[in-house]
């Protein structure tokens, strides 16, 4: 049996964001066909509730300190220290700490989870005979240039060009290293086969979370509308403001009778003061179980303009029951079809009108939550993850 060594750079639990589940899940699938340790790591120790189980061989936590920016050389440090970025600093003691451990361990393949974990790893120093693979890493300069379309001020254009440019320069360096790199759609691995040079790309998708998430139609007479996601992440934010500021006053102009939830992780975001005035929405902040609130609304708004994790929510509403209005930029290239699996809206009215016609045509929410929980049942983690089983097996 091959030894998998994972590494995530921070706890996997609670299942509260799509990355967290995106790994639960990946180290979930592997402990059923390989010997899988994982590391974490992070400031401080999980708590015991937060250690997975879930058949992996053993769990081990490795220290880290307050992540600082000190760049990959002269120039990237210049940069630095004009502006921030994702971690891209490198602590020797750690880069030590963690060589020692593989090496004890021995494994065939190394898994590292994106890309604030390449700073933990020497990659100028791989160990023979280990093949190193790194998931959704390389792209995430890709999220600040298109996060630069939703942001007025020309000022913070300029140092988030400067940051867009830093990270590109710290991804190629990593990415040019490892063996081989795992891409959530098309797309991604299409830019880190061209630009990014990578000669070693693998599609590994989303998975829909059946398992974690209940199917519950709500009802036809329901009419509480939910979206859910972690507003301190900029798309997030910004697809919240989006739906406080335009979608939902065009709503409203044609229909009054309906709940809006925001549920996550607010981080003292603005979005309370763009909700107190709307009396039909609700805030309801960071929740430990979304099963509840799942169960709690019929309609799934997804506004997100830019930035990853789109598929997470798409694929846990269908799984959930709910009729999806949804923004279509990023299902164009999927097999998930407007107007079959959910009700297509590129524009603030377009969203608007749909939410309006599953208010008031009960058969169609039915039919779409339907259609969603079908797609879901036949897009699960299983699939999904069966490629990276046999590219670990060497098939």
Avoid at 50 to 66: Q, S
Avoid at 335 to 357: F, K, Q, S
Avoid at 370 to 385: D, F, K, M, P, T
Wanted: proline share 6%; hydrophobic share 45%; net charge positive.
């Amino acid at each position: 049996m091959k030894r998998v060594v994972y590494i995530a750079p921070f706890p996997i639990l609670p299942l509260d964001t799509g990355t967290r589940i995106r790994i639960y899940q990946t180290v979930t699938f592997l402990a059923r066909h390989f010997e899988v340790h994982v590391v974490i790591l992070s400031e401080k120790e999980p708590a015991a509730a937060a250690w997975p189980v879930n058949g992996c061989k053993e769990i081990r936590h490795i220290p880290t300190a307050p992540m600082k920016l000190k760049g990959i050389d002269r120039a990237a440090a210049l940069v630095g220290k004009m502006v921030s970025a994702r971690p891209c600093s490198y602590n020797k003691k750690i880069w030590k700490h963690l060589q020692e451990l593989i090496a004890g361990l021995a494994p065939d393949v190394v898994i590292a989870w994106g890309t604030m974990t390449a700073q933990f790893l020497n990659l100028h120093s791989k160990l023979k005979g280990i093949r190193y693979i790194f998931d959704e890493a390389g792209t995430d300069h890709l999220r600040i240039k298109s996060a630069m379309a939703f942001t007025p001020r020309r000022l913070d254009r300029m140092v988030m060009a400067m940051r867009c440019l830093r990270l590109l320069w710290y991804e190629r360096s990593f990415c040019s290293r490892v063996d081989h790199l795992l891409a959530v759609s098309q797309d991604e691995a299409g830019y880190l086969t061209g630009p990014m040079h990578h000669p070693s790309v693998h599609v590994i998708p989303c998975g829909a979370n059946s398992d974690l998430f209940d199917y519950s139609y709500a009802g036809d007479d329901n009419s509480t509308i939910l979206f859910c996601g972690d507003l301190t992440y900029p798309p997030n934010e910004d697809a919240a403001r989006y739906a406080l500021q335009i979608v939902i006053p065009l709503l409203l102009a044609e229909n009054e009778r309906f709940e809006f939830l925001i549920v996550g992780r607010t981080g003292g975001s603005a979005i309370e003061e763009l909700a107190r005035p709307l009396r039909q929405v609700n805030v309801v902040g960071y929740v430990k179980d979304m099963n509840v609130y799942w169960r709690k609304a019929s309609i799934f708004l997804n506004p997100v303009r830019t930035g990853r994790g789109f598929m997470t929510k798409i694929l846990d509403a269908f799984s959930a029951g709910m009729a999806v209005v949804s923004t279509s930029t990023f299902l164009q290239k999927s097999d998930i079809v407007p107007n079959i699996h959910y009700l297509p809206g590129d524009t603030a009215p377009a969203l608007a009108e749909g939410i309006n016609r599953l208010l008031n045509e009960p058969a169609l929410k039915k039919q779409l939550s339907l259609n969603g929980r079908e797609y879901a049942a036949s897009h699960g983690w299983n699939a999904a993850l069966e490629p990276l089983r046999r590219l670990i097996e060497g098939e």
